[in-house]
């Protein structure tokens, strides 16, 4: 499955040759301040429910995708990590001194490793924006012959992105279509293209 958002580029460089599909990579963007310093008890595709806890407060959602390379082939087994603020736009990190309240139901993050289709998915919760920020995801992919690559996804629908300094750090229309994601239905669709 090849995402719409993707730019895709025919490339044939002579009458004989047969074009190659070709995607640009996912934009790389910081890490933040905020990737946890102590990793929850569980570390699954499941961010809103950890056993013996009550559900995690929030807005369930499902971001799903594929992890590509520019070739548009899946990679198999690469690894994807997702970090977040929870419903209340906190983070579960020793430096985050927010006033907002801490969830102790919600994970915060997870890790998943990608099918034979380089496909994944995790269940989590619409995270809540902070000063200065928008409602983001943070993610980490790597894979076979890939470095580890830090990302952030962004929400179609949020009023808040074109007043952030890092979506707006995305150059170009194609940068910033490849990481802002519609959850209709409560479930968005993110490939991430690795190169």
């Not at 928008?134 to 007043?163: C, I, S, V």
Request: aromatic content about 10%; proline content about 8%.
């Amino acid at each position: 499955m090849i995402s719409r958002r993707q730019a895709l580029i025919g490339a044939a460089s002579t009458g004989f040759a047969t074009p190659a599909l070709a995607l640009a990579p996912t934009p790389p963007q910081t890490t933040g301040p905020f990737f946890p310093d102590v990793l929850p008890r569980e570390s699954d595709f499941d961010l809103v429910t950890m056993a013996g806890n009550a559900p995690a407060a929030g807005e369930i959602i499902t971001v799903e995708g594929q992890v590509l390379g520019t070739d548009a082939r899946p990679i198999p087994g690469a690894v994807v990590e997702l970090w977040q603020a929870n419903v209340h736009g906190r983070y579960s990190h020793s430096r985050d001194t927010s006033n907002a309240p801490l969830d102790p139901n919600f994970q915060g993050y997870g890790v998943v490793r990608a099918d034979a289709q380089g496909r994944y998915r995790f269940r989590t919760i619409r995270p809540g924006a902070y000063a200065g920020r928008t409602r983001h995801l943070h993610f980490y992919a790597a894979g076979p012959g890939f470095e580890k690559t830090p990302l952030q996804m962004y929400f179609a629908d949020d009023a808040g992105n074109e007043r952030d300094f890092l979506y707006r750090s995305l150059r170009t229309a194609a940068m910033r279509d490849a990481v802002t994601v519609d959850f209709a239905g409560g479930t968005g669709v993110f490939d991430i293209v690795l190169g």
